[in-house]
């Protein structure tokens, strides 16, 4: 009876089995005749298209930044992958792999008996090639025909790759949980290390994970996974591959952490850029779909231009020097070598994790006294001459045929001023006298130039653009003054130096993109008259020891931007301040009213001065040598030349239109009302000031580009 029982538990299956077989072989007829006749000649390769693989971006000096990824997965050899992991996964999920074909048929019929014992599917009886066939090329239906149609594959697969190779291309394929695909993204996300150096222990967790990512998750469920760790310790200990001590040894091991979340960092408004801007690049694509599908599944390596020296800088100066002000306020700054147009460091925002609206990139604030810059260089093009007088005196009213309002009136945020050369109105940032000045040179002079130098929004131009009532990005302002700074040489700022793909080609290159914005003549003369903004003007906050500054302050009339721009011959930085959400006034900012030359030319200076610190001083160019005309007084219809006593030999009454700061906020309120100090007289004659020394020395010669890991 005993014997007739044990008889009838084996035959049942079998004969089921059979049955179930037969009759689904007249169901799926041409996918069995494919497993039949695999191999035989005309045989159609399978194609198993490249792997989705991360795209890594690197910092300058090689490190790091960030991955771009839909599947977080790193290719490697096999020869990288330890034999003990490599044992580890073969006994977990298909312990005879070197001994069968694409098929086992011994697992096949085992798992065969088990699921029609058990009524349901608990044992798949998959070989790892037909593993690969199905996570590389069918859906995840679990039914008779797809099982046929993945064994077909399998047979076809293994008459094309050898064993090792389809082992390689299994262990990069395979899923195992927390976005980690592939064995050297499991041991980074799990571990930490590379899968080269995986210990025998973290081998087995992670060959545990391939069955049920989810499920058995150390993160997760703890017991869950221990449990299934456990199994896959007791059938490689029953296969002969541990002893008994070993296993023991095994069951002891923790499992791993979960890791810390990782703390916001200053790059991350710097790689976000990154993204946007190859996103938008179409070098990189033909539309958007194929940039972003390059990004995230074609293994680029983004070799980018910040320096992570200068940027651990920057985020710190900027913590140190901003005020508290429970978070209404923050600044921003960018960085960019002239030469080049790189940008090498960026502090886009307070906390890229609460608020990713890029400050340095998206969008634009009103740049006050900033455009004063600009008119200065379309005054020169049109042949106006730095020690060229121009009344200052406040309030004034400007005739505007044609516009609203009209007249114009202004005032200077200071005391009435004489009449004073145009170096003289630009260091201490004289409203009245630019706003004859715009009215000589004209807003639509203003518009063009600016559009040359760098700024890319649409402007109006209306007589108030020279007062700063655009708005713009402090990435359009840094390259303004980086063109003056390279002798009007404009170059469009980039995040990225060159593209590599996963096989090391060159996808994109860097682009110098130089373009002669402005004659070097021009520039040079408007920087000798911008560095006395911070040599006397309202900008000597943003002073640095040993180093020629050209620079200007801006601040809006409501005090709800505040701004310096400024630029050695080496590194051009601006520094914006502001409330994010938009115009709030800073009436009493760490107890004082905020102007571009309090806070912003502070964070430049101290900022400025470290980063050149290891840096020998290079000079701005002298203009070139020329006979210029007798300087002569410009004047708007209707306005007559001012009387000795008015200032007609260009020394300026007390008070300024910005006033120069001591860099002490508390006690110099920068470019705000007038304080006690009388700013210097300048002589009527002078074209330009002195700039020392007379010659340039050379570029210093770069450091070598470092050497960048393969990724």
């Known amino acids: 009876m005993l014997l007739g029982r044990t008889l009838s538990r084996l035959l049942v299956p079998i004969v089921v089995g059979g049955l179930a077989l037969a009759l ?8 069995v005749r494919d497993l039949v006749t695999a191999g035989e000649a005309g045989e159609v390769a399978v194609d198993l298209a490249p792997l989705a693989e991360r795209s890594v971006v690197y910092a300058a000096d090689g490190s790091v930044l960030a991955v771009f990824a839909d599947q977080n997965r790193s290719e490697i050899p096999l020869a990288e992958v330890p034999d003990h992991v490599v044992r580890a996964v073969l006994d977990a999920e298909d312990d005879r792999f070197f001994e069968h074909g694409a098929l086992d048929w011994r697992a096949l019929l085992r798992a065969l008996a088990t699921n029609l014992e058990s009524g349901e599917v608990v044992e798949g009886g998959s070989t790892i090639t037909q593993q690969l066939v199905k996570n590389s090329l069918l859906t995840p239906a679990r039914d008779l025909e797809r099982k046929i149609q993945e064994a077909s594959l399998a047979v076809r697969l293994e008459r094309q790759m050898t064993k090792d190779e389809i082992l ?21 996300v799990y571990y930490g290390v590379d899968a080269a150096a995986l210990t025998l222990s973290q081998g087995v967790l992670l060959a545990s994970l391939i069955r049920n990512p989810s499920g058995g998750d150390p993160w ?14 007791d059938r490689m200990r029953l296969l002969g591959h541990l002893d008994d001590a070993e296993a023991a040894a095994l069951v002891a091991e923790p499992l791993p952490q979960a890791p810390a979340e990782r703390p916001a960092r200053g790059t991350d408004y710097f790689v976000e850029a990154v993204r946007r801007s190859l996103l938008d690049d179409p070098r990189l694509g033909a539309d958007r779909a194929e940039r972003e599908r390059k990004l995230l599944r074609g293994g680029l390596r983004i070799y980018t231009t910040i320096d992570p020296a200068l940027q651990r800088v920057a985020e710190a100066k900027v913590a140190e020097i901003l005020p508290d002000s429970g978070g209404r306020f923050t600044a921003a700054l960018v960085t960019l070598d002239p030469g080049t147009g790189a940008v090498r460091a960026l502090v886009g925002g307070p906390d890229f994790t609460k608020e990713k609206f890029n400050l340095v990139t998206q969008g634009g604030r009103q740049t006050g006294s900033l455009f004063k810059a ?12 730095t020690g060229d007088r121009i009344l200052g005196s406040s309030p004034c009213r400007i005739p505007n045929p044609g516009g609203a309002p009209d007249p114009w009136e202004v005032k200077n945020a200071g005391s009435s001023f004489g009449a004073i050369t145009l170096t003289e109105a630009t260091a201490n940032s004289v409203n009245c006298a630019y706003a004859r000045l715009v009215k000589l040179v004209g807003a639509e002079k203003v518009v063009e130039v600016a559009h040359r130098m760098g700024i890319t929004q649409p402007l109006v131009p209306n007589l108030s653009l020279a007062l700063g009532t655009a708005s713009v990005s402090p990435l359009e302002m840094a390259t303004v003054f980086a063109t003056i ?21 060159l996808v994109l290159g860097p682009d110098d993109g130089a373009v ?43 005090n709800t931007d505040a701004w310096f721009a400024g630029s050695t011959r080496e590194l051009t930085t601006v520094v914006w301040m502001g409330a994010p959400e938009g115009r709030v006034e800073m009436a009493n900012v760490g107890g004082i009213r905020v102007y571009g030359g309090t806070y912003p030319a502070r964070i430049f200076g101290a900022y400025m001065g470290e980063a050149l610190a290891d840096r020998a001083p290079v000079a701005f160019p002298p203009p070139p040598s020329r006979v210029e005309r007798q300087p002569r007084f410009l004047r708007i219809e209707g306005e007559r030349a001012p009387a000795p006593e008015q200032g007609a030999e260009g020394k300026p009454p007390e008070g300024v239109g910005e006033p120069a700061t001591s860099g002490v906020p508390t ?28 010659t340039v020395p050379p570029r210093p010669t770069p450091p070598p580009r470092p050497t960048f890991p393969s990724g």
């Open 24 to 31: 689904t072989t007249l169901a799926v007829g041409p996918q």
């Open 168 to 188: 390689e291309r299994y262990l990069n394929t395979v899923y195992f949980g927390n976005s980690a695909y592939g064995i050297q993204a499991a041991a980074e």
């Open 220 to 233: 997760v469920d703890p017991d869950a996974a221990r449990a299934r760790r456990d199994v896959v310790i």
């Open 374 to 385: 600009l008119t200065l260089v379309a005054a020169l093009e049109e042949g106006y001459q």
């Open 485 to 505: 700074a390279d002798d009007g040489q404009r170059r469009t700022p980039h995040f990225v130096e060159r593209i590599e793909d996963r096989d090391g080609a």
């Open 516 to 558: 002669q914005a402005i004659e070097p003549g021009v520039a040079r003369r408007a920087a000798g008259v911008l560095t006395e903004v911070v040599k006397r003007g309202t900008g000597t906050a943003a002073r640095v020891p040993g180093w020629q500054v050209i620079g200007k302050t801006g601040s809006t009339d409501d």
């Open 667 to 694: 006690t110099t309120p920068g470019e705000g009302p007038p304080h006690s100090s009388k700013p210097g007289g300048t002589r009527p004659d002078i074209s330009l000031p002195p700039i020392e020394p007379p």
